[in-house]
């Protein structure tokens, strides 16, 4: 295709390989689960994201992703890559059952990707882009990190999950009377969608977000939007700033205490330097606080332009884990 090498070429023949398809879905999310419960990664995808995946347009599954299948129809790998169509990188996603880990499946499928990304930028041919692949790993995830240092990835950016607990008092809420907090609802699911993208216009590794993408945001499965909040303009109704939270009752059970989770806090650049930032964790806190939550929780770029970091650890937020991006170019 395009005049690139099949990407199925790099793949383990002691599989069986498929696209995914709605029918491969409890087996798939068992194999991300097996392999979740030896390598306790924070997150990992079930049933319900996968779900996402094969609703996207953007990124079909019968080309964007790939099972391994051992001769019981068992699935024992798996690997997707996503891309903006106007995007500078594509991100793969990706995991080997920890029975089968150490015979180079792993190895067979990032060739994969690396294939089917140089495909997309050839299929999308934006002027002046070359193939870039992204990949995301915990720091804690040793075995990963051999497999991406040996195949010529390179670290280029560090962020901190980090944690603030709700039993020491929490932080006031101020805000100037121009801006108010509302509740986040459908109403404004555009009006924040646009202002994401202009918040996050000047954040390294940051893409414009469309209408799918941002759909698959706010009907994440775990997503709470009576935990999330928006600040607006009293006189306008322009969105200000936004804080989108979730809850994973799952790692609740696994972790040992119930986390609200900040998946998104931006401030748009006219509205920076007003405490918007802090009310929205403020308000964050209190919201988290009262459905019985023990800990606010998000993840920082270590190297965020707005000072977040900052921000973050003056409202008691200390660093709990770290994860890595890595790249390549192809």
Known sequence: MNGYADPLASLDTRLQWRPAVTDHLDGWAALIARTADVE????????????????????????NTILGFDAQGTARAYGRITKNPEGEKAIGYGCVDPAWQGRGIGTGLLGWMEARTRQRFAEDAVPGSSPRLRLHMEQQHTHQATLFGDAGYRIVRYYNEMHRPLTDGLPELLLDDELEIVGFGPALHEPVRLA??????????????DEEAWGFV?????????????????STGRVAGYQLASYDAESARTRGYKEGYTDLLGVRREFRGRGVAQALLADAMRRFAAAGMDKASLDVDSENPTGALALY??????????????????
């Open 40 to 63: 306790r990664p924070v997150w990992f995808e079930r049933r319900a994201d996968l779900e996402q995946v094969l609703e996207s347009q953007k990124n079909p599954a019968a080309a």
């Open 196 to 209: 994401h993208n202009e918040a996050f216009r000047d954040h390294w590794g940051s893409e414009p977000r």
């Open 218 to 234: 706010v009907n994440d499965p775990l997503a709470r939007p009576d935990l999330s909040a928006v600040a607006v303009e009293r």
């Open 313 to 330: 650890s003056k409202m008691g937020y200390v660093p709990v884990n770290s994860s890595m991006a890595w790249d390549k170019e192809l």
